[in-house]
Nanobody, 124 residues
Framework: QVQLVESGGGLVQAGGSLTLSCVSS????????MGWFRQARGKERDFVAL????????YYEDSVKGRFTISRDNAKNTVYLQMNHLKPQDTAVYFC?????????????????WGQGTQVTVSS
């Protein structure tokens, strides 16, 4: 069983930055393709970014390209989401997720483990 714990959320003004972290329990972190998703109030959970377990290739949802950066440190069992130039529409609960596969997918149904989420609120 894998446990994921996110941190780093908070309240920030538009144009500001936040870095989210997600720490994984266990010793097989490098086996997981890691993703970040977000869920705004009353909406579905949407894909934000992922980083592949095999080659560290990354993939982003269009609205965050150029503003968000996903990275991972396998030695620390941690995946990060650096968020710059934040907008009010980025406000959501952000979740990290792990997938036991080297295939990239933005579909949250294909992820095996989830964290509890961290709130990001961007004020205008």
């Amino acid at each position: 069983q894998v446990q994921l714990v996110e941190s780093g959320g908070g309240l920030v003004q538009a144009g500001g930055s936040l870095t989210l972290s997600c720490v994984s329990s266990g010793r097989a972190f490098s086996r997981y393709t890691m993703g970040w998703f977000r869920q705004a109030r009353g909406k579905e959970r949407d894909f934000v970014a992922l980083i592949n377990r095999s080659d560290n290739s990354t993939y982003y949802e269009d609205s965050v390209k150029g503003r968000f950066t996903i990275s991972r440190d396998n030695a620390k069992n941690t995946v990060y989401l650096q968020m710059n130039h934040l907008k009010p529409q980025d406000t959501a609960v952000y979740f990290c997720a792990a997938r036991v596969s080297s295939l990239n997918s933005p579909d949250p149904r294909l992820y095996d483990y989830w964290g509890q989420g961290t709130q990001v609120t961007v004020s205008s």
